[in-house]
């Protein structure tokens, strides 16, 4: 299997702030990578498609970049709404892993 | 509205069973391959399972072992997840979710809401 690695697994950030998540893929998975935000007792929602491309109604707000094992999301000017934790999955084979989820928390 | 909707989650005795069943509505449910995601309490997603459009392609987490059935009805537009012998460590919210697939990318684009596992003595 895949393993993804984020790095960090937590952050503290302040409204405005500009906050940038690695994810680390354990073999090159070219761009088959997504990001997903996740708040507690909602559905998991998809951000970013291969690699740097926004799902529909996603503000530009999020944007993504990399390929083979390095990918990075950056959400700028960070709102009270993102406060969330956020995850990396491959789509390059099965089974789809994902990273280990990193929260970003208001300070 | 396209939508997934799971249900059949609750509290189970370590070595029950329990079905769990997803209900997708506003779109062509047979084209698309269907994916379970849990999430045990303080943790991240795991993918579990998915099954392709004809169900003819069915893979599963190997930490599984044989445990889990995942099946559905193109006809009434349901997913299904049968779990047997379950565990402590199969406690999670258990989601379902949508595989978009095009040329060049896939990515799980609809998501359910989740339903609650808990598997206790």
């Known amino acids: 299997d895949i393993q993804m690695t984020q790095s960090p697994s937590s952050l503290s950030a302040s409204v405005g702030d500009r906050v940038t998540i690695t994810c680390r893929a354990s073999?090159?998975?070219?761009?088959?990578l997504n990001w997903y935000q996740h708040k507690p007792g909602k559905a998991p929602k998809l951000l970013i498609y291969?690699?740097?491309s926004l799902q529909s109604g996603v503000p530009s707000k999020f944007s993504g970049t990399g390929s083979g094992t390095e990918f990075t999301l950056t959400i700028s000017g960070l709102q009270p709404e993102d406060f969330a934790t956020y995850y990396c999955q491959q789509s390059y084979n099965t089974p789809q892993t994902f990273g280990q989820g990193t929260k970003v928390e208001i300070k | 509205d396209v939508q997934l909707v799971e249900s059949g989650g609750g509290l189970v005795k370590p070595g029950g069973s329990l079905r769990l069943s997803c209900a997708a509505s506003?779109?062509?449910?047979?084209?698309?391959?269907m994916h379970w995601v849990r999430q045990a309490p303080g943790k991240g997603l795991q993918w579990v399972s998915s099954i392709s459009g004809s169900s003819s392609h069915i893979y599963y987490a190997d930490s599984l072992t044989g445990r889990f059935t995942m099946s559905r009805d193109n006809t009434i537009n349901a997913l299904y997840l049968q779990m047997n012998s379950l565990r402590a460590e199969d406690t999670a919210v258990y989601y379902c979710a949508r595989q978009y697939v095009n040329t060049l990318w896939d990515a799980f684009d609809i998501w359910g809401h989740g339903t609650m596992v808990t598997v206790s003595s």
């Open positions: 506003g779109f062509t449910f047979s084209s698309y391959n």
């Open positions: 291969a690699a740097s």
């Open positions: 073999q090159s998975i070219s761009t088959y």
